[in-house]
Every structure is written in C-alpha cells, then in structure tokens.
C-alpha cells in the first residue's frame, strides 16, 4: 500500500495491488460473490494468479474500502509490484 495518513486529521488515502491466488468472488459471501464472479475475468493475470487494485480512504474513525479502478492499467500495477 502507498499513499498518506495524516496524524492531525486522521484522513487516510491509500492505495495498492495485493495479489491472490483465489478468484475475488471466493473471498466473499453471498450477493458480493455473485455480482463479483462476472468481474473475475477481469483480474485474472498470466502466471500472478489474481491482481485487484483497492484503496481505503475516509479517516481512522470511518475508513472506507473499495476497488480503486481510477489508475487502473497494466502499466501502473507492474510499477507497483
């Protein structure tokens, strides 16, 4: 993960690319996994298993967790790994 915290304000802006070797939609339950089982295609990367770019934003107290699909490009996730 890259990105900021700011130890006055609490806010926090990370970013990153964990990799997997599980599908996303296995690493949830019910509606989640359905509508994220016709995402896998999508995150499925030669030879790496599964790569999925996420962010958490917000601050300490109500962070916030989500697939950051911004930046997302095959460039930026091999700087980053």
Request: proline share 6%; with cysteine; glycine share 8%.
């Amino acid at each position: 993960m890259q990105g900021t915290y700011n130890l006055l304000t609490e806010k926090i802006d990370l970013h990153g690319t964990p990799k997997t070797d599980s599908e996303p939609s296995k690493t949830t339950r019910g509606m989640k996994a359905l509508m994220l089982k016709v995402l896998d295609p999508f995150f499925k990367k030669k030879h790496v298993g599964y790569v999925m770019p996420v962010k958490i934003t917000g601050t300490y107290e109500h962070p916030s967790f989500g697939v950051d699909l911004s930046d997302w490009d095959d460039n930026k996730e091999h700087k980053h790994c």
